[in-house]
Structure formats: C-alpha cells, structure tokens
C-alpha cells in the first residue's frame, strides 16, 4: 500500500509550462505502475501518461509531445513527476496521481479504473 500527495499545481498563460510532483510513501519496495490523470469540470477522469518499474511511459495523443513523465530516479524513492509544455487552455482541470500494482502487467493503460492509490489532486488552471 501507497500514498500519493501531489504538488506543482498554479495558473498559467496558454504556452506556458508547470512541472507536476507526485510524493510516494508507504511500500515503496514493491513495483508500481504509477500515471498522472486529470479531470475537467462536468468531465470523466482521463488518463495523461503513464510509467512502468523500469521507466517506459505511455501518453494520451493530446498531450504528446508537450508532456514527459519521469521518476525521480534515487534509490528508495518511488517519487515521479509530469513535466508540462506548451500548455493549452484544454488541459485545465485538476491532475491526480495515481499507482497500481504492477504484477499483472498492462502499464500502458490510461484507464482510471484500474488504478487504486489516489493522490488528492492539484488545480492546473491555463488561460488563453
């Protein structure tokens, strides 16, 4: 079991960038599938991007390109963060951190509902 605390959140100008951080504590010696996932007003939760163990992502077609997400890389730390580029008014929304079980495999997939450690959330708000 994990808990997730995200950070980085703000109010940008359309072109603008932000880099997302996502805290990880808890069983960190087990291997995680781990996303970033965001939610409009009025809309679904959709899937971002997504990282397995070994550091191969996964990314939603609108956002290819403009966002990266990585580990933190340190021993011990399970910590990762999505890094955000030219930035649209269409990716506002609140972004959640999100990590799952790794064992039965399937990384790449953007669905929320297989995801079952939830950070809190932070506010991405981008203006034309």
């Known amino acids: 079991q994990v808990q997730l605390v995200e950070s980085g959140g703000g109010s940008v100008q359309a072109g603008g960038s932000l880099r997302l951080s996502c805290a990880v504590s808890?069983?960190?010696?087990?291997?995680?599938?781990m996303g970033w996932f965001r939610q409009a007003p009025g809309e679904e939760r959709e899937g971002v991007a997504t990282i397995n163990p070994d550091g191969i992502t996964a990314y939603a077609d609108s956002v290819k390109g403009r966002f990266t997400i990585f580990r933190d890389g340190t021993v011990n730390s399970l910590d990762f963060y999505l890094r955000m580029n030219e930035l649209k008014p269409e990716d506002t929304g609140t972004y959640y951190c999100?990590?799952?079980?790794?064992?039965?495999?399937?990384?790449?997939?953007?669905?929320?509902?297989?995801?079952?450690?939830w950070g809190q959330g932070t506010q991405v708000t981008v203006s034309s």
């Open positions: 808890g069983n960190i010696f087990s291997r995680y599938c």
């Open positions: 999100a990590a799952r079980s790794a064992r039965d495999g399937g990384c790449w997939l953007l669905y929320s509902h297989v995801y079952n450690y």
